[in-house]
């Protein structure tokens, strides 16, 4: 019998079992993730020429730099990925251990230096960094990207009003459903993420962006609570 992620209530934490279940779980818990990723992948010819710095916030397991790694190959690129769980930052050079050009590090997004990045890519990460602290984190990505670099995020968002936010939590818990997880199971998730994870609105993500400093912002990707923005300087 394989082993559930444990859950705590308020408690949600990305280590213990997490990374070793990570892909499997993300895959059920959000839908068309892997359709992000390679979303991600064909945004990023547009941003990633000769002699390229590319960073993923967040890298979890390294997948998705693994393959931006293997698409961009025939060019000099030097691509970064930063997580501050151990779990998950072991998984990820496990999976890239022969690509030279890929450099993972066990860090607190928050204190990494961003500088000369042409561009920076985050998978649902920013939703958990606190919201007294998550415009820093836009600012130091505005400052560290090359003018003309890239900026692409995916995030779970709220709804504009309380009617389709009860809507959007109604069809979530039917894809959960629909997906295998028991309704004990999105319970005992739900619980765990109080406090923990705090989606802001479409308009609220774009104010972060535009506050920071870009001006040219668009939705690339958008089902139900889950969107994808790219912001370009």
Not at 67 to 72: D, F, G, P, Y
Not at 152 to 181: C, H, P, T, W
Request: proline fraction near 2%.
């Amino acid at each position: 019998m394989k082993k559930k992620i444990k859950l705590e209530n308020s408690n949600w934490k990305f280590s213990g079992n997490v990374p070793q279940k990570f892909e499997s779980h993300i895959k059920k818990s959000i839908p068309f993730y892997d359709e992000c990723h390679k979303l991600g992948l064909l945004i990023s010819d547009y941003f990633i020429p000769e002699n390229s710095r590319v960073t993923d916030l967040g890298c979890s397991t390294g997948k998705f730099i693994f393959e931006l790694s293997r698409k961009h190959k025939s060019k000099k690129v030097q691509i970064y990925g930063y997580d501050d769980i151990s779990g998950m930052v072991k998984i990820a050079k496990k999976k890239c251990i022969k690509d030279k050009r890929i450099k993972i590090q066990k860090k607190d997004i928050l204190r990494i230096n961003l500088k000369k990045q042409n561009l920076v890519t985050s998978f649902f990460t920013l939703q958990f960094i606190h919201p007294s602290k998550r415009q820093k984190m836009f600012d130091k990505i505005f400052k560290g990207l090359n003018w003309g670099g890239g900026f692409l995020f995916f995030e779970k968002v709220r709804a504009s009003d309380a009617r389709f936010q009860d809507m959007s939590n109604q069809i979530y818990i039917d894809i959960k459903i629909q997906n295998g997880f028991s309704s004990k199971e999105i319970i005992e998730k739900s619980r765990s993420l109080k406090g923990v994870m705090e989606p802001f609105t479409s308009a609220a993500n774009v104010q972060l962006a535009k506050r920071a400093g870009f001006k040219d912002i668009i939705t690339v990707f958008k089902y139900v609570s889950f969107e994808g923005f790219l912001a370009i300087k």
